[in-house]
Every structure is written in structure tokens, then in C-alpha cells.
Nanobody, 119 residues
Framework: QVQLVESGGGLVQPGGSLRLSCAAS????????MGWYRQAPGKQRDMVAG???????LYADSVKGRFTLSRDNAKNTVYLQMNNLKPEDTAVYYC?????????????WGQGTQVTVSS
């Protein structure tokens, strides 16, 4: 079992920044992928960004150049720095963990944190 605890999120104006954090605990595999998905009202849940245990990253096209994902392996924690936020970034953001090298497989989900971009 893996537990994911998220922090960050909130309300920000367009063009602003937020940082999300997610700490994993439990049975962490040495090879894994952690990242974030998001789900806007009435839409499907989509991958935002993922990072493997070696530091290789994958981003959705919609966030490239604006979002930066990083990780601290010693703390089993990932950070999503979100800059130049747009209203269309409004969604519930979910931290994810996969116990292999796949960026699109999710074994565990966080509880979700709301990000609202509005003036």
C-alpha cells in the first residue's frame, strides 16, 4: 500500500502561480512514476505531468513551458510548480503513483486538491 498526501492548491488570479506538493509513504518501489492528473467539472481526468524515479519527465502539451515537476527521492515527494496559470487550469488535481515505469498507469491516487484560477 502507498499513501499520498497532497498540499497546496487554492484560488489564484490568471497569470499567477501555485505550487502543489505530494508526499508518498508506505511500500515505495525503487522504480516508480509519480505525478499529477487533473479533472475539471464535466470533463475526464487527464494526465498533467509525470516524473520517474530517474528524473525523466513527461508533460501534457497544455502545460508545457508553464508547469515544472520535480521530485525529492529522499523524501518520496514531488512538487508541481504552476506558473502563468489560466482559467482553463481550474480543476481538482490528483497526485498519482505507479509502481513501474509507465507514465499512464496509476496504482494509487491522492485525495485531490482544488485549484481555481479566476479574477
Amino acid at each position: 500500500q502507498v499513501q499520498l498526501v497532497e498540499s497546496g492548491g487554492g484560488l489564484v488570479q490568471p497569470g499567477g502561480s501555485l505550487r502543489l506538493s505530494c508526499a508518498a509513504s508506505g511500500s515505495i518501489f525503487s522504480i516508480n512514476v509519480m505525478g499529477w492528473y487533473r479533472q475539471a467539472p464535466g470533463k475526464q481526468r487527464d494526465m498533467v505531468a509525470g516524473i520517474n524515479s530517474g528524473g525523466r519527465k513527461l508533460y501534457a502539451d497544455s502545460v508545457k513551458g508553464r508547469f515544472t515537476l520535480s521530485r525529492d527521492n529522499a523524501k518520496n515527494t514531488v512538487y508541481l510548480q504552476m506558473n502563468n496559470l489560466k482559467p482553463e487550469d481550474t480543476a481538482v488535481y490528483y497526485c498519482t503513483y505507479a509502481g513501474d515505469s509507465s507514465y499512464f498507469r496509476v496504482d494509487y491516487w491522492g485525495q485531490g486538491t482544488q485549484v481555481t484560477v479566476s479574477s
